[in-house]
């Protein structure tokens, strides 16, 4: 399984727009790897995990065809990683030719509801498909199985068990600690690969619908210790706040003495 990270910014990217933090001003100087677009992977060249405002410049950055898009997954409806007016733009009135197959898109019965409320489903390619967590689901080469997130309240947010060719993946994005019912379910799996958030970098407590570096390091051992990964699966972090208070140098410092990679935008991860 090949894995582009697309962008690894939480909900205002980095630098945000009006911001004049230490984070932000140190992305603006050197830019690279400490300048970060909204969250979002390309798994091979046909399943996508959200569809965040930087999409467009995801496409330019790295050459990607939606049009061989088979199946996007929405982990929430958070703007960030739900950027609905833009898939409008498979639809005939900006397309020279017709898509060939439709695109299953699929996600919590929250973002199929928004999706059939904010789309003109009548003229885009798209097959809804509402998923239950803790329930498989293939669809073509992949099965997917939505976990729930702990995330926001009132708000269902999934992480995602992708496998393929028997390599598995777990997808923990937008995530605060998990409530027991999933980690039941995480700590009998078998996981070749962890893609964690890090939204709050430094930060230790706070908000508790994402993660920070400590909770990260504490997620990778909860899995260790259950057997559902081994000190040598790849776990890698996205999404990160500049209110973390962390640069991409400073993460990687960090996380990797726990063997852990801070992802930026553009790596690419093969399980
Ligand atoms: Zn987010
Ligand atoms: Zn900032
Ligand atoms: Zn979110």
């Given at each position: 399984?090949?894995i582009l990270?697309?962008g690894?910014?939480a ?18 100087e050197?830019?690279g790897?400490e ?7 390309m ?7 959200d569809f ?5 410049y ?8 939606l ?5 996007l ?12 007016p ?11 030719q ?12 929250q973002?199929?509801?928004k999706l ?20 498989p689901y293939h669809?073509?080469?992949?099965t997917?199985?939505p ?5 926001a309240?009132?708000l ?12 598995k ?7 605060g ?11 009998k799996?078998q996981?070749?690969?962890?893609i ?11 908000y ?9 390091i ?8 259950s ?9 890698v972090?996205?999404h990160y706040?500049h209110?973390g ?13 726990q063997?852990?990679?801070?992802g ?7 399980i």
């Amino acid at each position: 399984m090949h894995i582009l990270i697309l962008g690894t910014a939480a909900a205002e990217g980095i630098p945000g727009l009006f911001c004049d933090c230490r984070v932000c001003t140190i992305a603006r100087e050197v830019g690279g790897r400490e300048c970060r677009s909204r969250t979002s992977v390309m798994i091979n060249d046909d399943l996508k995990i959200d569809f965040p405002p930087d999409t467009f410049y995801h496409t330019v950055r790295y050459g990607l065809n939606l049009r061989n898009l088979r199946l996007l997954l929405f982990t929430h409806i958070h703007e960030d990683h739900f950027s609905v007016p833009e898939l409008h733009y498979s639809s005939n009135s900006f397309v020279s030719q017709p898509l060939e197959n439709p695109i299953t898109v699929a996600g919590s019965a929250q973002v199929i509801t928004k999706l059939s409320e904010q789309l003109d489903l009548g003229h885009v390619p798209y097959n809804l498909q509402t998923m239950e967590p803790f329930i498989p689901y293939h669809f073509g080469r992949y099965t997917v199985t939505p976990i729930i997130a702990h995330h926001a309240p009132g708000l269902i947010a999934y992480n995602y068990i992708i496998e393929e060719s028997s390599h598995k993946l777990l997808y923990g994005c937008d995530t605060g600690w998990y409530d027991e019912r999933t980690w039941c379910y995480l700590e009998k799996e078998q996981l070749d690969g962890v893609i964690a958030e890090c939204t709050k970098g430094r930060i230790v407590g706070g908000y508790d619908g994402h993660m920070g570096v400590d909770e990260v390091i504490r997620l990778k051992s909860r899995l260790e210790n259950s057997g559902a990964i081994t000190t040598g699966t790849q776990v890698v972090t996205v999404h990160y706040s500049h209110l973390g208070g962390m640069t991409q140098s400073e993460l990687e410092q960090e996380l990797s003495k726990q063997g852990i990679a801070a992802g930026y935008d553009g790596l690419q991860v093969t399980i």
